[in-house]
T-cell receptor, first 110, second 115 residues
């Protein structure tokens, strides 16, 4: 599975959009981009995933560049409860193993 | 919503004990997984199962075994607990469809301490 690169940390103001970048320049054609987050002392929570089209659900939007070498997770109106470590993962459709890198530690401030 | 329930949030056991960690999912998922998560080492796959009575080794199966007698339940067994098995243990499940696997959904984890 392709490796991903994320900034180690970022702050966001409550009520503003949070844009979390992820680089995955070695992604191959059959690999999906997944996003998870982990709030302190809880299990990871699935957020969203996509192959090449932009995706949106009730939690977030995922924007994937046309060359698929990078993506951005958008939390449209960040709340204090969105404070967590966010992980970007690239995984084949049949992949069975999730591997979390360092992730981005997001702190939402009042 | 998918619900993955792990039997204990916190557990303390002694070296040499046989330890059972239980996981139940309520969404009829075919795939179930056991991971451990340690600071600086990230998430590591111990075992997974894609069907009842089926199991596959992950990256770090040594010292562990698993059991899947029913589709909804996946148990992790530490045969003889050792201090280096002190960790956060996470269970996950996912649906298998024709084109591949769907996202994995996790329980809240069991923080296991071996003394």
């Amino acid at each position: 599975d392709a490796k991903t690169t994320q900034p180690p940390s970022m702050d966001c103001a409550e009520g503003r959009a949070a844009n979390l970048p992820c680089n995955h320049s070695t992604i191959s054609g059959n690999e999906y981009v997944y996003w998870y987050r982990q709030i302190h002392s809880q299990g990871p929570q699935y957020i969203i995933h996509g192959l090449k089209n932009n995706e949106t659900n009730e939690m977030a939007s995922l924007i994937i560049t046309e060359d698929r070498k990078s993506s951005t997770l958008i939390l449209p109106h960040a709340t204090l409860r969105d404070t967590a470590v966010y992980y970007c993962i690239v995984l084949k459709a049949a992949g069975n193993k999730l591997t979390f890198g360092g992730g981005t530690r997001v702190l939402v401030k009042p | 919503d998918v619900k993955v329930t792990q039997s204990s949030r916190y557990l303390v056991k002694r070296t040499g004990e046989k330890v059972f960690l239980e996981c139940v999912q309520d969404m009829d998922h075919e795939n179930m997984f056991w991971y451990r998560q340690d600071p600086g080492l990230g998430l590591r796959l111990i075992y997974f199962s894609y069907d009842v009575k089926m199991k596959e080794k992950g990256d770090i199966p040594e010292g562990y075994s698993v059991s899947r007698e029913k589709k909804e339940r996946f148990s992790l067994i530490l045969e003889s607990a050792s201090t280096n098995q002190t960790s956060m243990y996470l269970c996950a499940s996912s649906l298998h469809i024709g084109s591949g696997n769907q996202p994995q959904h996790f329980g809240d984890g069991t923080r296991l301490s071996i003394l």
